[in-house]
């Protein structure tokens, strides 16, 4: 099964001493937190797609996004359903019509890809089960500002 989820917040790992270390978004899915560590790069296009600033000049995402559209398709949705060696892997589900017929296209993603998509295209976020049961951790198990 799957559920829903929302990024809760996005910021930089703290270990026990305090050092940091690598950008993180954090979702929320069936009342559990799911830490995902991204690039630097990942948490920039994340941050711009959640406050909902446009960079001086397209990002990546962006422009997929927009070429997407011109090619006639859509993201309808991203699942991030499963779980590697603590890596998460994610799909993009999505949509094209062609000479008035729909084709359903699905694709392997990066999960900071995926997230950074839908949050532009505003679709859902999709997390399975067996992903949360894994890697949820307690929503008070991170200090998320």
Do not use: N, W
């Amino acid at each position: 099964m799957t559920h829903e989820a929302t990024v809760h917040g996005l910021g930089i790992s703290v270990d026990d001493e305090g050092s940091e270390g690598a950008p993180v978004v954090v979702l929320r899915a069936r009342g559990r937190a799911l830490p995902i560590f991204i690039s630097a790069d990942q948490a920039k296009s994340i941050s711009h797609a959640v406050d909902g600033r446009p960079f001086q000049r397209p990002l990546t995402h962006d422009l997929f996004v927009e070429m997407l559209a011109e090619f006639g398709g859509a993201i309808d949705r991203i699942r991030i359903d499963g779980l590697a060696d603590r890596t998460f892997l994610a799909k993009i589900d999505a949509e094209r019509y062609v000479d008035g017929g729909r084709r359903e296209l699905t694709f392997d993603a990066r999960p900071s890809d995926a997230i950074a998509l839908a949050l532009r295209v505003e679709c859902p976020i999709l997390v399975d089960d067996e992903v949360i049961d894994a890697a949820g951790r307690p929503p008070d198990a991170f200090e998320v500002r």
